[in-house]
């Protein structure tokens, strides 16, 4: 049993101001792997008011010092990604090659877009021709609180690390208490980067200790948050009293539009998409919508994807399922595919109960409903689990509207090979981002969403300006 009750303030590890041991479930058998301790007000202020003291010197660093910082940064990650795989696959259930391949390689694909976006970064910009004496002053906003979640621990804290890094704001990270193991490491690899004491600080902790301490806390300028629209809510109200800014990334109900002229590995790619990382992903195409003449071929394809997936404890290899990550995700997730029978949904893979020969751990079937209408549960609701629901539609103008009918717009999918209808698509739908026939996006491209899948852009110059206070200067000689 892995034992890891300090926390990282001021450049070091650090035991906490008081004893409150919190024990991390390995969600493939269910049995404690690791014991951390979870913070109170004494430790968030600690790590408050080292960043604070450290803010001063690092924001006056030269931005190319803070760049070369978070270069060596990247490589100490890249070097140890190992290592990096064993604790995220341990804490949340990842299988271990695609802990090593996807959870890590977000976190070096991230700091390499970031890092080319600082060097590309326009820190003192012209207004323009016609104001020639004008000049816009990006600047760090201060003291960061960053609050991640649980599903893709590494993709978070880099995007939100190195961001917050190159911008110059010293940081408080409270990582989710379902994954703290890779945020320790992550912790240990700054460290060894040499950032100086005081810029980057770790407090574990839950949401209604740490977390709240932090988002209220009158010396924390900024929170950076990512996780649920539940919890995105509230930190919003916990942050009014101090009017402090809230970049959120929240959740998502991505609709994957599916026309008659998609190409033939469409419904493929979109099942497995769902599925992938155990269907927990904020930005997984969770609603498959496909045009009513391709429908019944594209059902029974789906069907036959979802059953040839396998499901495995995370640390065996190869390409199969994880575990979902604890136990409440487990039952909620259980919960709504049962309200999908009993709405009146078909399902047509999987169901509730675990996979055949799996009786310990928090293992889902790989599942699938057809005959989804828009009113059903499992079409509102962010099941975060593998479950696929199957939805039909007439034409491209109820495609869409029933694609911008959900409180959520954060990514939404298009299959089709007509260039003017994913250009239609890509306009009319709501939201932060549309990926078309299975190209995903680009280095350094926003990442965020609209409604109340958040506020916030992360990654490349979108994921610093976060990070920035906008200056306007006049006079300048
Ligand atoms: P969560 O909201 O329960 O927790 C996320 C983090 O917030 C954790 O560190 C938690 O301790 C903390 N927290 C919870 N309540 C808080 C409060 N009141 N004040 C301060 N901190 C609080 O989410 P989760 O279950 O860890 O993650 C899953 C959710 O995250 C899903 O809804 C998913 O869609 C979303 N998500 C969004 C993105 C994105 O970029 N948009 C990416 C990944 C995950």
Redesign the pocket.
Known sequence: MIEKKEFYINGAWTAPAAARDHEVINPSNEEPCAVISLGDQADTDAAVAAAKRAFPAWASTPVEDRIAKVEKLRDIYKRRGEEMAQAISLEMGAPIDMASTQQVGAGSWHMDALIKAGREFHWVAPLGDHAPNDRIVHEPIGVAAM??????PMN?ISLKVAAGLIAGCTMVL?????SPLSAMLFAEMVDEAGIPAGVFNLVN????GV??Q??AHPDVDMVS????????K??SK?AADTLKRVSL????KGANLIFADADDKAVKRGVLHCMNNTG????APTRMMVERSIYDKAVETAAEVAQSVTVAAADQSGNHMGPVVNKTQFDKIQDLIQTGIDEGARLVAGGTGRPEGLNRGFFIKPTVFADVTPDMTIARE?I?GPVLSIMAFDNEEQALEMANDTVYG?TNYVQTQDPARLKRAALALRSGMVEMNGKGRGLGSP???MKQ??NGR?GGKWGLEDFLEVKAVSGWP
């Open positions: 609050i991640t979640p649980w599903n893709w978070q409270k990582p989710s208490e379902e902790g839950d949401g209604a977390g709240s932090l988002t948050f990512t996780g649920s629209s539940r919890a995105g509230l930190i916990s990334e929240l959740g998502g927990q992903s904020c930005n962010e975060f954060l990442f965020g969403g899948s958040g992360e």
